[in-house]
């Protein structure tokens, strides 16, 4: 089956600019989260989706937001964009929320992001 | 608060040896899963094997085994018989039933090379 798939794989913005990043889960998984990565902080939890509603987010400025459609897909937009914004973007899906056993959590390729 | 250590920041390994790669947490929840992840070059972040808390036998899936030493809050990633395809990051993560602020919390990873 298909997995995660995150577009664009690679772009360029400059400062000021916004971006946004869109995400396809795995077919019936409806949990989709958010991650960035950087080479100094490592992997950072951005935010999570369920149906179509924000669960939880992590400890990033309100320029970084998201949402979730009906059909679970999910976008992450970067307004003003800064420098250090320059960073991979991870997507995530699950089937559900918990983290009971069996509900597995996978990852797509990531979105590359330079802000130059 | 949670937390994932793995003091490795580097490993090299001659090819078709055993390799273990460490990881420990820290965590006063009872109910979490403990994830292993594999990221090549490409940035995306593969699933390798999973561990929930409650299970009582070690996670196995092909050549990956999970060394799960809850009392020691250890997960050690055990590869067989490396490849040089196994050349890549490694994150060792978890995530906790309760307490859904970080959804996944990642180590900082082990970058595993191996030697033809």
């Known amino acids: 089956k298909a997995g995660v798939t995150q577009t664009p794989r690679y772009l360029i913005k400059t400062r000021g600019q916004q971006v946004t990043l869109s995400c396809s889960p795995i077919?019936?998984?409806?949990?989709v989260s958010w991650y960035q990565q950087t080479p100094g902080q490592g992997l950072q939890f951005l935010f999570e989706y369920f149906s179509e509603t924000q669960r939880n987010k992590g400890n990033f400025p309100g320029r970084f937001s998201g949402r979730q459609f009906s059909n679970s897909r999910s976008e992450m937009n970067v307004s003003t964009l800064e420098l250090g914004d320059s960073a991979l973007y991870l997507c995530?899906?699950?089937?559900?929320?918990?983290?009971?056993?069996?509900?597995?959590?996978?990852f797509g390729e990531g979105s590359w992001l330079t802000v130059v | 608060a949670q937390k994932i250590t793995q003091t490795q920041p580097g490993m090299f390994v001659q090819e078709k040896e055993a390799v273990t790669l460490d990881c420990t947490y820290d965590t006063s929840d009872q109910s979490y899963g403990l994830f292993w992840y594999k990221q090549p070059s490409s940035g995306e972040m593969i699933f390798l094997i999973y561990q929930g808390s409650y299970d009582e036998q070690n996670a196995t899936e092909g050549r990956y085994s999970l060394n799960f030493q809850k009392a020691r809050k250890s997960a050690n990633l055990v590869i067989s018989a490396s490849q040089l395809g196994d050349s890549a990051m490694y994150f060792c993560a978890m995530t906790l039933l309760m307490n859904r602020d970080d959804k996944i919390i990642f180590g900082k990873g082990t970058r595993l090379h191996i030697l033809p």
């Open positions: 077919s019936g998984h409806r949990s």
């Open positions: 995530a899906s699950s089937r559900n929320w918990d983290t009971s056993s069996g509900n597995t959590i996978y």
